[in-house]
């Protein structure tokens, strides 16, 4: 199947301080990618869908301005979470279609970044 | 509004059989996703239905039946490696998916 890559796996930072998370499609040209976040013992929570080329839609309630996504190119997208604070602590999860492969149009997650701020 | 109900948590015994229920209420249907998630991991592809009936592969099998808005996911000769949460995501009229909380499922030998 299609592979997707995140990097950082993890990362630690101080509040404040601004961090990027990278989504790579690896083997496979994706045009729309998905971040999500996952508290513990919940389910996924979609914070936007990212566009290439175009400005990424964002679900209700997540701040555009908190969670930049940029997708530059059509294997990569990034999150940079502005100014991160204790509670944006969490794990982000990026996910991507493949549309030449994926017989059930199903998303290829990437292995997720576990994000700390202290 | 859209809504995805299944169990927080199912316990099994190794080598047994389990059926993880699934309930969905969407604007439009376009399939519905069985995923497995272990813990610290990203979610993993398990099954798709779109039409009624049983999809079988290997020891998982899906089952979907839209007029009920209802599938399950069942697993056989369960492995304590099976020990994960399976998450049921329904696709709306957009192909947006719809993620239910998952199902945290215990195996014990």
């Known amino acids: 199947g299609a592979v997707v890559s995140q990097h950082p796996s993890r990362v630690i930072c101080k509040s404040g301080t601004s961090v990027k998370i990278e989504c790579r499609s690896l083997d496979f040209q994706a045009t729309t990618m998905f971040w999500y976040r996952q508290f513990p013992k919940k389910s996924l929570m979609l914070m936007a869908t990212s566009n290439e080329g175009s400005k990424a839609t964002y679900e209700q309630g997540v701040e555009k301005d908190k969670f930049l996504i940029n997708h530059a190119s059509l294997t990569l997208s990034t999150l940079t979470v502005t100014s991160a604070h204790p509670e944006d602590s969490s794990f982000y999860i990026c996910?991507?279609?493949?549309?030449?492969?994926?017989?059930?149009?199903?998303?290829?997650f990437g292995p997720g970044t576990r994000l700390t701020v202290l | 509004g859209q809504n995805i109900d299944q169990p927080t948590e199912m316990t099994a015994t190794e080598g047994a059989i389990v059926q993880i229920n699934c309930t969905y209420q969407t604007s439009g249907f376009n399939g519905l996703f069985w995923y497995q998630q272990h813990a610290g991991e990203a979610p993993t592809f398990l099954s798709y239905?779109?039409l009624d009936g049983l999809e079988e592969k290997g020891r998982f099998s899906s089952f979907l039946s839209r007029s009920k808005g209802y599938s399950y996911l069942l697993l056989k000769e369960l492995q304590m490696k099976d020990s994960a949460s399976y998450l049921c995501a329904a696709s709306d009229s957009n192909y947006q998916l719809i993620w239910g909380a998952g199902t945290k499922l215990i195996i014990k030998p």
């Open positions: 239905n779109v």
């Open positions: 996910s991507a279609r493949d549309p030449q492969g994926g017989e059930y149009n199903e998303q290829f």
